[in-house]
């Protein structure tokens, strides 16, 4: 018999934590070198200098096992989604829904552009269209967790999955460091680098390091477009399940149905950050805004440290020379038509 999702969640989660801690002590440690040199260095910044030290240090070990053992992917994830929730109890619902609602136009366009981008020329270069797919929905919604809800929907194998994820993974590392720059390069206000992050770099963890790198302002709109591109996981995935026939014609039905598969794929910490807002916006928290951001902003540049120390660059080796240019290409589609949005509506 399979247990609900929750139920099943919740005991997994409770026999893990224990296991978490000596990595959690790790990941603690580098944010607060990071936090120190990003005190010495601010055009840096914490975010990036903890993604730095993550990943000198994972790529310094001859036996990469000892990471996996203390369950830094584990801590990063659940870094993450608390830090962003954290970050939900210091912003007001009205400027969530505003910044939300006036990106919806620029995801359109980007994700469009992405998925476009990743197909058609995904076939020209002769890639496997599974792995095209995966690419596409990890490069235009949010890497590694969009791919993972597409795959039993496209019935990827292990190894494509893997493929796409690296490919992903590799351009997420360059936008963390690049962006920033570029954003100076371009003298983008705050919003602006916020719309451009939240809409070009896909996954949440380098959304949030690219975003707070610029400035406080830019790393919050990042964040809140993040989300709202995060929740295009549903439409997308039941996109891709009903136009299944036309990519695969010899696909066989599915034995998992599409609305199971949306239901387990739905990122629960969203509604967490908007509750969080809600309590905020209702003038709950005692003014504390100030310290509760800056409270979410330590423990993002914690979880950090953990994607810095999931970062081996000698994987990246077997993710081929075309699937890379894809990935590539399809990133470049994505981060233009952002920049050519706002340009065309005199938001830069």
């Keep these: 018999m399979t247990m609900p999702p929750t139920a099943a969640v919740a005991p997994r989660a409770g026999r893990a934590l224990p296991e978490m801690l000596p990595g959690l002590?790790?990941?603690?440690?580098i944010a607060a070198v990071a936090l120190l040199a990003g005190h010495q260095v601010p055009l840096v910044g914490a975010p990036l200098f903890a993604i730095a030290i993550g990943v000198v240090i994972a790529n310094s070990l001859r036996d990469r096992s000892r990471l996996s053992a203390l369950k830094i992917g584990d801590i990063s994830k659940l870094c993450l989604k608390t830090g962003i929730v954290i970050l939900g109890a210091s912003l007001d619902l009205g400027d969530i829904v505003h910044t939300g609602?006036?990106?919806?136009?620029?995801?359109?366009?980007?994700?469009t552009a992405g998925l476009v981008t990743s197909l058609v020329i995904g076939k020209w270069l002769g890639i496997?269209?599974?792995?095209r797919c995966l690419i596409g929905m990890g490069t235009t919604i949010c890497g590694a967790s969009a791919i993972a809800a597409l795959a039993p929907v496209i019935r990827a194998k292990a190894g494509e999955i893997a493929y796409a994820v690296t490919v992903v993974f590799f351009f997420n590392m360059i936008a963390v460091f690049l962006f920033p720059v570029l954003g100076h390069l371009f003298h983008l206000s705050d919003t602006g680098f916020g719309i451009w992050t939240g809409t070009a770099v896909n996954d949440t963890s380098a959304v949030v390091a690219a975003g707070f790198a610029f400035s406080n302002d830019a790393g919050s709109v990042a964040t809140i477009v993040k989300l709202t591109r995060t929740t295009l996981?549903?439409?997308?995935?039941?996109?891709?399940?009903?136009?299944?026939?036309?990519?695969?014609?010899e696909a066989p039905k599915q034995d998992v149905s599409l609305v199971r598969r949306v239901y387990d794929s739905f990122p629960v910490f969203i509604l967490l950050f908007l509750i969080a807002s809600l309590i905020t916006t209702a003038g709950l928290t005692?003014?504390?805004?100030?310290?509760?951001?800056?409270l979410g902003r330590w423990v993002m540049v914690v979880a950090l440290?953990?994607?810095g120390l999931q970062g081996h660059w000698r994987a990246f080796a077997g993710a081929g020379a075309r699937p890379l240019l894809l990935g590539g290409l399809t990133w470049f589609a994505v981060a233009a038509a952002s920049l050519a949005m706002q340009a065309m509506t005199r938001q830069l």
Aim: with cysteine.
């Design 25 to 29: 002590a790790i990941c603690i440690a």
């Design 101 to 111: 609602g006036n990106s919806l136009l620029f995801l359109a366009i980007t994700v």
């Design 128 to 131: 496997d269209w599974r792995i």
């Design 233 to 249: 996981i549903i439409p997308l995935v039941i996109g891709f399940g009903l136009a299944l026939p036309w990519l695969d014609p």
């Design 286 to 294: 005692g003014g504390h805004a100030a310290d509760i951001q800056l």
């Design 305 to 307: 440290a953990a994607v």
